[in-house]
């Protein structure tokens, strides 16, 4: 009985911790990932007071993971939110929306390119926009490999994007816009609208849901019906990340014991709509 015992305890003793949530993933020491650029943007509305505390005051940190803790994610683990969205597979009906025959097209914000290898094989030229520079790299090795020199990845922000002016007859984003200036906003919207010739089309793919302050700048919208799941490699991923990013789902998960998970039980959308405006000037 007792060598039992001790055998369980050294197994236990011996099994990695369960992953921590994402916005306790990581400490102050990982704010030096940020370019000074990159502090100025992702730190600057962060009142100065609580960042000279992040060192001593656990919740002063806390306040500041919750704003920056994606951006982490994707200078230091770029590969973990790869195995994330691999999984999280756009609706048919949105590539099937998507022009067959596209000139000329920019993406921001391009991730792990879930966009954009589907947009590579529809477009004479591609310019990927990818602010993160980790995952930016990983990225520029996919294209490399996979679209035979038609698709170019660079740096870039949504509202500085480094592409000449009505460059591209459709500019998309997908799941990389919100309605904070940060990530967005106005100033995003011109910057997107900027790049884009007369005529052509801005399409935010899985937009943000203040679908009112979009309408209100001349977006329509498509949705498509169905429920979207996130497919995991394996069961044991499905938990693994469910912890990391799902946290109050991690136990319905492990309960159903199922890769695939609908997105209704992570508490997301998933990419099934879009938004779009014809730019006009």
Request: overall charge negative; hydrophobic content about 40%.
């Amino acid at each position: 009985m007792h060598a039992q015992m001790g055998s369980v305890l050294r197994e236990l003793s011996e099994s990695p911790p369960p992953p921590r949530p994402l916005v306790q993933r990581y400490g102050p020491a990982a704010l030096a990932v940020f370019t000074p650029e990159e502090r100025r943007r992702f730190l600057g509305s962060i009142d100065s007071g609580v960042l000279s505390r992040i060192h001593h005051d656990p919740w002063a940190w806390d306040v500041v993971a919750a704003e920056v803790a994606w951006e982490l994610l994707y200078r230091l683990e770029p590969e973990l939110y790869g195995r994330l969205t691999v999984g999280e597979r756009i609706h048919p009906g949105v590539l099937a929306w998507i022009p067959e025959r596209i000139g000329r097209a920019v993406e921001v914000g391009c991730g792990w390119g879930r966009l954009t290898l589907e947009l590579a094989h529809r477009c004479e030229e591609l310019a990927g926009i990818e602010p993160a520079g980790a995952l930016r790299e990983r990225l520029k090795a996919r294209v490399s490999e996979e679209c035979r020199g038609h698709c170019t990845v660079t740096g870039g922000f949504i509202n500085d994007i480094p592409i000449p002016d009505a460059w591209a007859d459709v500019t998309f984003t997908c799941s990389a816009f919100s309605c904070d200036p940060v990530h967005g906003g106005d100033p995003g919207l011109a910057e997107l609208d900027r790049v884009t010739r007369t005529g052509g089309m801005v399409v935010l793919i899985w937009p943000p849901r203040n679908r009112a302050w979009l309408e209100e700048r001349g977006f329509q919208f498509l949705n498509f019906a169905g429920e979207m799941n996130v497919e995991f490699g394996t069961v044991e991923e499905a938990v693994e990340l469910a912890s990391i990013f799902y946290p109050g789902a991690v136990s319905e998960v492990a309960r159903r014991g199922s890769r695939v998970v609908p997105c209704s039980l992570l508490g997301i959308s998933g990419p099934k709509s879009l938004a779009w405006r014809t730019v006009r000037r």
